[in-house]
């Protein structure tokens, strides 16, 4: 299937200007339109090696990232995201073109897709079982998640656990993984090879910027992953590294709190939030290195 | 003479038990409530029918739980709040 970096030279803007560029993340085809050049860098870098979406023109999900044309857009020029031909956001500054686009992206599944029970929550898998991270921002769940799928994981989500209600598997939908103030310089120094994009400034995150996802997880789009493990990480400066278990019943609680639409699906939420906590070893995990993080994970995934 | 408590109208006790808690879905409500054995063992009996507040305290005593009718009508005032069960007139 042809992926976005195979596209002829002037391609991907022309698509993106046109009728739009399908993007295939996963479970979902989502259309971009834009000619902000932000964007069109943006998507060019981080979404290199993803197939593009079929050519009926299907899509889940319809993007356009347009300049308002309001009197702003000579003073401070500003960025307007349509989902479906609405605005669901206000507009936000030019520079932060492209991460509106990555949080509109977010905002369109964890907003929509109820076939699944979607947690806000990293995950990672390797040997075929998944270990999710649950966590509310500033616990360090991206910056881990990060370092662990450039040491052996495979990045299934940063930020969206998709677990399929018919049959309790976790859906792939690896995207660029979202750095924010220092866990980027953080990540630059700890992964020298990787691709970054651009960092962007006072956003309401603060600083932000995205991590290309591995190649190797993108070529494994269609493989849904058994859960195993759910990790509640906190990160703490100076602490020292420990991993405790987590009771069943609070884990399924506690995960629940972190879940979009745990309440939306009533009772199939609580059905599907009972069978993943049944399945799965829980943990509370602190941690002050990453390279304690990527040792404790190893342990975890060894064979018993 | 002692209050006579049924389950709300609708629940299913719909649950799921590990290391002696439980976890209970409540289908008025959509909540999520972290009960223990000793609430949980009186839903059950009150899932059997309605039953007043002395014979669900023997009830508990006879499977085990140690519960005092105090004690009792708290867990069944706490179980109220929740609409997980109402007195009956």
């Known amino acids: ?304 | 003479m002692a209050i006579s408590w049924r389950l709300c109208p609708g629940q299913q006790l719909r649950r799921r038990q590990w290391d002696g808690e439980c976890v209970l879905y409540n289908d008025l409500s959509g909540d999520t409530h972290l009960i223990g054995a000793d609430a949980l063992e009186l839903l059950l009996a009150l899932h059997a029918g309605p039953a007043d507040t002395d014979n669900l305290g023997r009830h508990l005593r006879s499977a085990g739980m140690a519960a005092d009718d105090a004690e009792v009508a708290t867990m069944l005032e706490d179980l109220e709040r929740l609409a997980l069960v109402e007195a009956v007139c």
């Open chain 1, 1 to 304: 299937m042809l992926t976005v970096a195979q596209l002829p030279a002037g391609q991907l803007a022309a698509r993106l200007a046109g009728a739009g560029l399908t993007l295939q993340t996963g479970a979902f085809v989502t259309r971009l339109q834009s000619t902000i050049p932000s964007v069109v860098r943006g998507v060019a870098l981080m979404y290199a090696d993803y197939p593009l979406g079929p050519d009926d023109g299907y899509a889940d999900f319809h993007l356009r990232m347009v300049r308002p044309l309001n009197w702003r857009r000579w003073l401070r020029p500003q960025v307007q995201l349509l989902a479906d031909g609405l605005a669901p956001f206000k507009p936000l500054p030019l520079a932060q073109a492209y991460p509106m686009f990555e949080w509109g992206l977010n905002w369109c599944i964890s907003s929509r897709a109820h076939s699944y029970l979607m947690l806000h929550a990293a995950v990672v898998e390797k040997h075929g079982r998944a270990a999710i991270l649950p966590a509310p921002p500033g616990s360090g769940k991206s910056t881990l998640c990060a370092a662990l799928v450039h040491h052996g994981w495979r990045l299934l989500s940063d930020e969206l656990t998709m677990v399929r209600l018919e049959d309790g598997l976790i859906a792939p939908m690896p995207r660029p993984i979202s750095l924010k103030n220092g866990s980027i310089e953080l990540m630059r120094a700890a992964l020298p090879t990787a691709l970054f994009s651009p960092p962007v400034h006072d956003t309401n995150k603060g600083t932000v910027a995205h991590l290309r996802a591995p190649a190797d997880s993108i070529v494994r789009l269609d493989e849904a992953a058994r859960p195993a493990w759910i990790v509640f990480p906190r990160y703490e400066a100076g602490a020292a590294v420990e991993l405790q278990p987590v009771a069943k019943a609070r884990a399924h609680l506690r995960t629940a709190e972190n879940a979009f639409n745990y309440s939306v699906l009533a009772a199939r939420g609580f059905d599907a939030m009972a069978a993943l906590i049944e399945q799965s070893d829980c943990y509370d995990f602190r941690y002050s290195s990453l390279a304690d993080g990527i040792a404790t994970f190893e342990r975890l995934a060894a064979p018993p």
